[in-house]
């Protein structure tokens, strides 16, 4: 009997172990594709292994991607071999020193260079001079126009220069049939923070404060108002994404992605073009980045560095199944492909300026400043909260946020002083 | 070796071990962290009472506005959540008690399935409800309202998707202990000429005394940590009036940018504070006017 229980227990813990362990050439890759996305990456990994390389690809999706990485940063262990991260998330990993620079995975695959990619791709990852990320894509604001109702109020023409302005949706006020609207509030604060370079404004002062409550905030806050007091927004609240896809608005300013939702809808006879802008001369979609990175670990070995390189190599060349998932995709080899075209993101690369339209801020404390933007901007717009106790509520939000990060960046540098002097005593 | 001596250990053992790994270090260490300046990713830098001292008395502090506004969120939830989910099943359960009431099972399915339904697909299916275009409380009623961006509608949508899932569990208690009530106590308050209302006040309640404090206590303690329900429903809105603490919380810690996480820690030692107190203060009072 006891001789039994002995063999269940080393059974079961030999079990138990194996399933922790896993094959060391395998190379982990965490995403935080959630979306539909995740099985197109899915598919360019299973393309990949297909192709039998030395270090497989296991890819795991994770919801919640950064709390994760915190968690295994904590513990030291299970750290992934590579991750996709956001453009806005590189300045703070970097200087909390928690990537690696790519330049050795760059030395072994030449092709992984500047020139191959989208430069508003590539210099996301760029710090200090130093190449931290390799992109996959740029994802940003786009916004959708239904061509019937357009043709239904003739004002096609308002997409000949490709930018559609305030003044022209003006046009139609007093004009729409009840239950019409203009243009959503969906992605409203992408849309603003778009409207704030067309303005000159930033996020970041000149001494690399953050910037919210400015006068060029209120410009764009002033544009956006005047649609909805004319009534061309739709109202506090709605669904303006659902009221697109359902035929009541001109216009949707949602996220490139979106493509493969409308294509959904049956009915939506649909295009694409810019956030609208004050003026043609100046248009900017705001964007973000998904980008390849390396969290600092020391389980990756030289080996799996070389298979990481591989990969991303592969992946530039053949992402052209990342296209499907509805992102504009860096490699500009992809993108210059013919194939590429029938891709309605594909007009964001049309040509340079379109190209230079695709704005990612890499301000450190971007994530903050947006998730402020997030929370006030609609009720602003809508007029439920007064202009300037919205934009001194989010300036706010940011100061407080960033004093905490502040002080405790200043209380490392304190403890590695006191650790120096410790060394220095004893010395 | 005396065999029974460990016994016991095999079969508490594995909780032990659950609650010390999943409830008490991360307690315990949630409190440390409160003392703390934390961005999860750099050591934890010890700063005392600071977090305390900003959230509590600090009003210029973000932090501070967060905290009593999603406290007094969170007790607006509890105050009218909690009567709903502790009476409703209550009587619920008593009508289903009733002798001449057939198919009491089948109804105590009807009510007792939607508590099955994750919130996340509960959410979308009341969201779906309260649509103001696809709806059917727009479509059949007529009504122009956006239900989630107006007050008091945004709490309505709230408190009715909470307990539409919420009241199951407590009405199965209710109804277990009901049954168990002894019918001679209802003949003898018959005889003595007590009607229904009596009966229920009488009778039913006294004897089902334990049930009640433990699901008063427990519905209480779940509704202070309210989350997915007006997040899902609502997003906080309009203007924050119904984000909860957890939702200011969740995102201190775990939302976009460098995580705070000291400030988000200090904030639930003291909503577990509050927590504690009221759940005390709860089988206090029950347990001593029921004495």
């Given at each position: 009997?006891?001789?039994?229980?002995?063999?269940?227990?080393?059974?079961?813990?030999?079990?138990?172990?194996?399933?922790?362990?896993?094959?060391?050439?395998?190379?982990?890759?965490?995403?935080?594709?959630?979306?539909?996305?995740?099985?197109?990456?899915?598919?360019?990994?299973?393309?990949?292994?297909?192709?039998?390389?030395?270090?497989?690809?296991?890819?795991?999706?994770?919801?919640?991607?950064?709390?994760?990485?915190?968690?295994?940063?904590?513990?030291?262990?299970?750290?992934?071999?590579?991750?996709?991260?956001?453009?806005?998330?590189?300045?703070?990993?970097?200087?909390?020193?928690?990537?690696?620079?790519?330049?050795?995975?760059?030395?072994?695959?030449p092709e992984l260079n500047e020139d191959n990619y989208l430069p508003e791709a590539w210099t996301a990852g760029i710090i200090d001079d130093v190449q931290y990320t390799i992109p996959l894509d740029i994802h940003g604001s786009a916004m959708y126009y239904n061509i019937d109702l357009l043709e239904q109020y003739d004002v096609m023409d308002w997409l000949d220069d490709d930018v559609v302005t305030f003044d022209e949706m003006l046009e139609l006020e007093g004009q729409l049939e009840e239950g019409h609207y203009v243009v959503n509030d969906a992605l409203l604060g992408w849309v603003a923070l778009a409207q704030l370079q067309n303005v000159g404004g930033d996020i970041e002062g000149a001494d690399g404060e953050p910037t919210v409550d400015t006068d060029e905030m209120r410009e764009v806050i002033r544009y956006l108002r005047e649609i909805n007091k004319a009534g061309l927004m739709t109202p506090y609240g709605e669904d303006g994404y659902l009221m697109f896809q359902s035929g009541n608005v001109l216009f949707s300013t949602d996220g490139t992605w979106s493509r493969l939702a409308h294509e959904q809808v049956e009915s939506l006879n649909f295009g694409v073009t810019n956030t609208y802008s004050h003026s043609a001369e100046v248009f900017h979609n705001r964007s973000s980045a998904h980008l390849f990175s390396m969290l600092r670990s020391e389980e990756r070995t030289p080996e799996k560095e070389e298979g990481i390189g591989e990969f991303l190599e592969y992946i530039r060349e053949h992402s052209i199944e990342w296209a499907e998932a509805g992102q504009i995709v860096a490699s500009r080899e992809v993108v210059e492909d013919p194939e590429y075209d029938q891709f309605m993101q594909s007009f964001y690369t049309q040509d340079e300026r379109h190209e230079d339209s695709l704005y990612i801020y890499t301000y450190e404390h971007y994530p903050y400043v947006a998730e402020a933007i997030d929370n006030y901007i609609a009720d602003i717009v809508h007029g439920e909260m007064d202009v300037d106790e919205g934009l001194h509520e989010m300036q706010r939000f940011v100061n407080d946020r960033v004093a905490e990060g502040d002080a405790e960046l200043e209380d490392a540098a304190d403890a590695v002083e006191d650790f120096d002097d410790d060394v220095d005593t004893n010395e | 070796m005396d065999k029974s001596k460990f016994s016991h250990w095999f079969f508490i053992g594995p909780h032990i071990i659950l609650f010390v790994v999943f409830i008490l270090i991360p307690s315990i260490y949630g409190v440390y962290a409160s003392f703390t300046n934390w961005n999860l990713m750099t050591s934890p830098t010890w700063?005392?009472?600071?977090?305390?001292?900003?959230?509590?008395?600090?009003?210029?502090?973000?932090?501070?506005h967060e905290f009593f506004n999603g406290m007094k969120n969170t007790l607006i939830f509890v105050g009218v959540s909690v009567p709903l989910m502790v009476a409703i099943p209550l009587v619920i359960a008593s009508a289903i008690e009733h002798k001449k009431v057939k198919f009491k099972n089948f109804f105590q399915s009807i009510i007792y399935i939607p508590g099955l339904i994750s919130i996340s697909a509960a959410a979308l299916i009341w969201s779906l409800i309260f649509n103001s275009q696809l709806g059917m409380m727009n479509n059949f009623f007529g009504a122009d309202t956006v239900w989630t961006a107006t007050q008091p509608y945004a709490w309505m949508t709230i408190f009715i998707m909470t307990v539409w899932g919420g009241i199951g569990g407590n009405m199965i208690i209710y109804r277990a202990s009901i049954s168990n009530v002894s019918q001679d106590l209802y003949e003898s308050a018959e005889i003595d000429g007590a009607g229904p209302i009596r009966k229920f006040?009488?009778?039913?309640?006294?004897?089902?005394?334990?049930?009640?404090?433990?699901?008063?206590?427990?519905?209480?303690?779940?509704?202070?940590?309210?989350?997915?329900?007006?997040?899902?429903?609502?997003?906080?809105?309009?203007?924050?009036?119904?984000?909860?603490?957890?939702?200011?919380?969740?995102?201190?810690?775990?939302?976009s940018g460098q995580s705070i996480a000291g400030m988000a820690s200090a904030?639930?030692?003291?909503?577990?504070?509050?927590?504690?107190?009221?759940?005390?203060a709860q089988y206090y009072v029950m347990n001593r006017n029921s004495a």
């Open positions: 009997m006891k001789k039994r229980l002995a063999f269940l227990i080393v059974a079961v813990t030999t079990l138990l172990l194996t399933g922790c362990g896993g094959n060391e050439n395998v190379i982990e890759f965490w995403t935080p594709l959630t979306g539909e996305d995740g099985a197109y990456m899915d598919q360019l990994v299973e393309d990949y292994n297909d192709t039998d390389p030395e270090h497989p690809v296991n890819h795991v999706i994770t919801s919640d991607l950064y709390t994760q990485i915190y968690t295994v940063l904590q513990s030291g262990s299970g750290i992934p071999d590579l991750t996709l991260i956001h453009a806005d998330r590189v300045p703070s990993f970097v200087n909390n020193d928690l990537l690696v620079p790519m330049d050795d995975i760059i030395s072994q695959q | 700063v005392g009472l600071d977090n305390y001292r900003t959230i509590l008395t600090n009003q210029d502090s973000s932090f501070h006040i009488s009778v039913t309640l006294p004897s089902i005394r334990f049930p009640l404090i433990y699901t008063v206590v427990m519905t209480t303690a779940g509704a202070f940590n309210v989350f997915g329900q007006p997040l899902m429903m609502t997003d906080g809105g309009p203007r924050e009036s119904t984000t909860v603490l957890m939702m200011y919380i969740r995102d201190l810690a775990f939302g904030m639930a030692v003291l909503l577990g504070m509050v927590i504690l107190i009221i759940s005390a």
